[in-house]
């Protein structure tokens, strides 16, 4: 049997392990992980293989040689440009001619393999995919297999809420050659993105093989980290460390330990090392060949490569040593610190917790280095969330972070593009405003600065200027020590997930565009933005039915932006405006809850107090709508999206509205009295402004206070949907709201979060969808189950926080709070 080892990955997120080398030649204890790989097929009696490579090819064929030493036969097929994981097996098909394995260069594993290709064969697949259960399956690629084994569904690195298994595919699969016939030549494709999804079309005999055996991606410093530690603890099977000289301690050739020295296993020390007196040594702990520990060192849970000097009662604690650094008398280097090849410090110089430092960088004599040199990504995996990018301001988010945001930003754009650039009204968004649009013209980007408008208005202008994008910064809504970074594409929609990784890689890479004196970009004002806005508002309604209803509004504008733009632009609709905290004020940006309701009671008081036809209230970046009616009630959000999708559909028959799969039934009720449509979403606001783009669509609605009107714009836009709600009230005679709301049908949903640790929530998912699998009703998210006429249940893991939510609907309250409670322990006695 022949395999191919898939070697080309460049290992940005493990810089500055990486700077200098390729991922594959990166050492996990007392060799390169692709050398394990290597013995691991030999082990198995593979003795030919291809390695396919793209990223510094030279230095793992100078390290592999042509594998005669091991009596292997090592042939090598190199990329010119990047082909993608099948791209790239698809350059060596002319040297497979029967059954294969195709595995990663740079994983650690110790894989039964003939017992992956007995199975291949007993099931007579065409590919079998290696599956292994983990406790965050979002980090991969989730393979939903049936009880046989057959592969049905693949979630390429899925949300909580999408996740269906905590079965994720490990890049290792045995092959018949005849599945390269479906890949094009010369191509970048992709196994789990494009060669699987289409054999899953053609029904092509697909099976996963769930291993217990080890295996670890070495993605990121932490992997790195855990499976060294895992090898030290024996926790992997078949590699060889070496000559155990007792207390877990392994040497490997000549190594010299001062009798008062204290180890402490377990450890690796490689050929040469020399650990001088009083030395103290915690493990796991890795010492590669001819590096010295001087006398009094202190050395705990570390990885320290070849040729290194630890100087006299220096400490290292938990952290990495790069090839060839000097650490001289005193020093200290912290928690998940990282010092990069050839490194040199000072007498008493401190390295912080979490600093990079790259290669070949000089700290001088007591010096304490807090921030990374050259890139100070402090560590993290990855720059985006839910919601942009996120964190604490002036710790996570400090301004020389958001400089190289922006020029990351910048690099993934046309050179002499224009980007929009806007805020809210804190000092903490003002401040990171300015570094990121100080980064932006190093990459020859325009910035064009909107000051601070609500959100909508700058999604509209930035979709209708000659733009490729906009950023917001705020302050979250829910922590005021938090910022949010929200980016937008040319159309001022969310970013698209693979243009997020994007921006990622070359942030990590620090890959940064910096352009010529006379390509820097400019930075200038934008002209009449919030006139656009209004001009394109105006056209989208119909202005004269609006005025000749002359209503009356109280509007709360929640001390944010949206003061400059929604009082004016309803009054100009011939509306009587009451405007409640009109002013801006930055400390009102992020409130509690308990604050909100406070103020949605006042707007209720003074709604009812002076006779107002409607009551809005604007969440502070304009998006969220709050109503009260005419009779002073609140409406809940829920009820609000019902009682637009009514009215939408009174004015446009034969629509389509979109709402989350946690909707209640009631929309399909009314669709199908109104002869319209209902299309359901996942709960994400990206997918709703992604489905609104549909010219079918006349309203999107979550329910939690988003709305769409795409006749306008495509995206959430708070201050539209409030002259959208008395357009279409006055569309219809005049209605009141209150009247509305009465007719629309009764229903009760429950909702409910169940605690569910994060380690168990794949598992929970995966159980779930295993017992349900044949019976639910939805593929959208989460488990749906239809229970009869109007009654369901729908579990979802929630995104932020490590619960699953649970949504049930039925006739009376009772029943659905009995439907939540049954499937809420359903959910409890599925975590054991």
């Known amino acids: 049997m022949k395999a191919v080892v898939m070697a080309g990955g460049a290992g940005s ?207 990121n410093l932490a992997e790195y980290m855990q499976a060294t530690a895992d090898v030290l603890r024996r926790a992997v099977k078949g590699i060889e460390l070496g000559e155990h000289i007792g207390g877990d301690i392994w040497t490997e050739g000549d190594v010299e330990i001062a009798p008062d020295a204290q180890l402490y296993g377990p450890i690796f020390l490689g050929h040469g090392v020399k650990i001088k007196g009083k030395v103290i040594i915690q493990g796991p702990t890795v010492i590669r060949p001819f590096t010295v520990i001087d006398n009094r060192g202190y050395i705990d849970r570390s990885i320290i490569w070849r040729n290194c000097y630890i100087g006299e009662m220096a400490e290292v604690r938990g952290a990495i040593i790069c090839r060839s650094c000097n650490l001289k008398s005193r020093t200290v280097v912290y928690e998940g610190a990282v010092l990069g090849d050839g490194t040199s410090m000072g007498e008493g110089a401190v390295i912080h917790p979490n600093v990079k430092i790259w290669p070949g960088k000089a700290i001088d004599g007591s010096t304490s280095v807090r921030n990374s040199i050259i890139w100070g990504s402090q560590g993290r995996r990855t720059l985006f969330s839910r919601f942009g990018v996120s964190g604490l301001v002036n710790v996570d988010l400090t301004p020389e972070f958001a400089a190289r945001l922006g020029a990351a930003y910048a690099s993934t754009l046309p050179r002499d593009a224009t980007v929009t650039i806007n805020r809210d009204v804190t000092r903490s968004a003002q401040m990171l405003k300015r570094a990121l649009i100080a980064g932006l013209p190093s990459a020859g980007i325009n910035a064009l600065d909107t000051k601070s408008v609500p959100i909508p208005v700058l999604r509209y202008y930035t979709a209708n200027e000659q733009t490729v994008g906009g950023i917001h910064i705020r302050i979250s809504p829910f922590d005021s020590r938090v910022v949010d970074i929200r980016f937008y594409d040319s159309e001022g929609m969310n970013l698209s997930k693979s243009t997020e990784r994007e921006i990622e890689r070359v942030f990590f890479r620090e890959d940064y565009r910096r352009v010529y004196l006379d390509e820097i970009g400019q930075i200038t004002d934008a002209p009449i933005v919030t006139e656009r806005y209004t001009e394109g508002y105006f056209k989208a309604l119909d202005v004269n039915t609006i005025r000749g209803a002359r209503y009356n509004l109280v509007v709360d504008c929640a001390n944010a ?92 028959p034969k629509g389509v509205i979109v709402v989350p799969v946690t909707a209640p039934h009631i929309f399909e009720q009314i669709a199908a009295e109104m002869g319209g449509e209902v299309w359901r979403t996942r709960l994400d606001p990206a997918e709703m402004m992604r489905m609104a783009r549909r010219e079918e669509v006349i309203l999107a609605a979550d329910g939690l206070g988003n709305l769409i009107f795409p006749t306008f714009h495509p995206s959430i836009d708070g201050l539209f949907a409030v002259a959208k709600l008395i357009e279409l009230l006055a569309f219809n005679n005049k209605i009141r709201l209150s009247e509305v709301v009465d007719r629309l049908p009764n229903f009760q949903r429950i909702e409910r979060r169940v605690d569910c640790p994060w380690d168990s929530r794949g598992t929970v998912m995966r159980r779930l969808h295993e017992r349900f699998g044949q019976v639910r009703n939805s593929l959208v998210e989460g488990v749906q189950l239809s229970l009869g006429e109007r009654e369901w249940v729908l579990m979802l893991p929630n995104p932020d926080e490590p619960f699953v939510n649970l949504y049930a609907e039925a006739d009376s309250t009772a029943r659905a709070t009995m439907i939540a409670e049954e499937y809420a322990n359903i959910v409890r006695g599925m975590m054991s």
């Open 561 to 652: 932006s949206a003061s400059a733009v929604l009082p004016s632009a309803l009054t100009d609709l011939h509306c009587s405006i009451v405007a409640l905290n009109a002013q801006l004020d930055e400390n009102r940006m992020s409130i509690t809850r308990d604050e909100f309701e406070h103020g949605r009671d006042q707007l209720r008081k003074i709604t009812q107090t002076l006779n107002a036809d409607l009551g809005v209230r604007l969440d502070v970046g304009g998006e969220r709508v709050f109503i009260v009616d005419d009779q002073g009630r609140h409406v809940s959000e829920i009820q609000a999206a019902a009682a637009l999708a009514w009215l939408a559909l009174r004015q446009r």
């Open 13 to 219: 997120r493990l810089r500055p392990l990486t700077v200098g080398r390729p991922k594959p030649i990166v050492p996990i204890v007392n060799k390169p992980v692709i050398g394990h790989i290597r013995d691991l097929l030999c082990r198995h009696d593979i003795r030919e293989f291809i390695v396919t490579l793209q990223y510094m090819p030279d230095q793992i064929q100078d390290y592999l040689g042509d594998g005669s030493d091991y009596g292997m036969s090592i042939k090598y097929s190199v990329e010119e440009a990047p082909l993608g994981t099948a791209g790239s097996v698809k350059n060596a098909q002319s040297h497979l001619d029967d059954t294969f394995l195709v595995i990663s260069g740079d994983a650690v594993t110790d894989l039964d393999i003939g017992a992956v290709v007995a199975w291949h064969k007993a099931h007579q697949a065409q590919v079998t995919l290696v599956l292994r259960r983990v406790k965050e399956p979002p980090e991969y690629g989730v393979v939903i297999t049936d009880g046989e084994g057959r592969v049905r569904s693949f979630q390429e690195k899925p949300s909580w809420g999408e996740v269906m298994s905590d079965t994720v595919n490990t890049g290792i699969y045995i092959l018949e050659p005849s599945v390269l016939d479906y890949i094009p030549h010369d191509t970048p494709f992709d196994f789990s993105k494009d060669l699987f999804p289409r054999l899953l079309e053609l029904d092509e005999p697909m099976y996963g093989y769930i291993t217990q055996d080890y295996w670890t991606d070495v993605g």
